[in-house]
């Protein structure tokens, strides 16, 4: 079964670090890009950016640019998605997700369950 | 970045009816749409890609049409289980970028 399952819930203070992770199954994960998409509460969907296992290629969002890192470990075909410094507005679900077909960017046709981030003080 | 602009913002509708979602994107788009449902509490599912093609697995009740910068969602006749937000995705170019986002009610 083709599947993402994520990591768990996450509470966290103002500063900390944080690193959730996407574990894949079911398919060649070198093959696809992995996508992370945050909701914060109440509001849409927004794109953080997407890696390729393959060969580690990295696009991230403008918004989120150089606030989280996207790292993918081919060994364990897991995707992990870091803050080094979390801030009360990184408070979101997050999900990973990944596109219908191999080194495309299509509709994104399987998702992890997501992991719920709340930061506060 | 490419600016996608989805109306209504909700809408309420009776069980049988025609309900209709549009989406604009501020740039040409072609056919690089995507839909999605996505239920409270739940990961977003693919409805719709490249604008007009039924995802595996989806009820045909569900359609989607248009290219350049205006597309339309139709669900053909509601049903209760089709409570949820439904959302329009371009994949045009990067930043991917989604629409705000419409959601649905049963009258």
């Known amino acids: 079964e083709v599947q993402l399952v994520q990591s768990g819930a996450e509470v966290k203070k103002p500063g900390e670090s944080l690193k959730i992770s996407c574990k894949a199954s079911?398919?060649?994960?070198?093959?696809?890009?992995i996508a992370w998409v945050r909701q914060v509460p109440g509001k849409g969907l927004e794109w953080m950016g997407f890696?390729?296992?393959?060969?580690?290629?990295?696009r991230y969002s403008p918004s989120f640019q150089g606030q989280v890192t996207l790292s993918a470990d081919k060994s364990i075909s897991t995707a992990y998605l870091q803050w080094s410094s979390l801030k009360a507005s990184d408070t979101a679900m997050y999900f990973c997700?990944?596109?219908?077909?191999?080194?495309?960017?299509?509709?994104?046709?399987?998702w992890g369950p997501g992991t719920v981030v709340t930061v506060s003080s | 970045d490419n600016q996608m602009t989805q109306s209504p913002s909700s809408l309420s509708a009776s069980v049988g009816d025609r309900v209709t979602i549009t989406c604009q994107a501020s740039?040409?788009?072609?056919?690089?749409l995507n839909w999605y449902q996505q239920k409270p509490g739940k990961a977003p599912q693919l409805l719709i890609y490249?604008?007009?093609y039924l995802e595996t697995g989806v009820p045909s009740r569900f359609s989607g049409s248009g290219s350049g910068t205006h597309f339309t969602f139709t669900i053909s006749s509601l049903q209760p289980e089709d409570v949820a937000t439904y959302y329009c995705?371009?994949?045009?170019?990067?930043?991917?970028?989604f629409g705000q986002g419409t959601r649905l009610e049963i009258k």
């Open positions: 490249e604008a007009s």
């Open positions: 995705q371009q994949y045009e170019n990067l930043p991917l970028t």
């Open positions: 997700a990944r596109p219908k077909s191999p080194a495309g960017i299509d509709g994104f046709s399987v």
């Open positions: 740039q040409d788009i072609s056919n690089f």
């Open positions: 079911g398919f060649s994960f070198t093959n696809y890009w």
């Open positions: 890696i390729y296992p393959g060969d580690s290629d990295t």
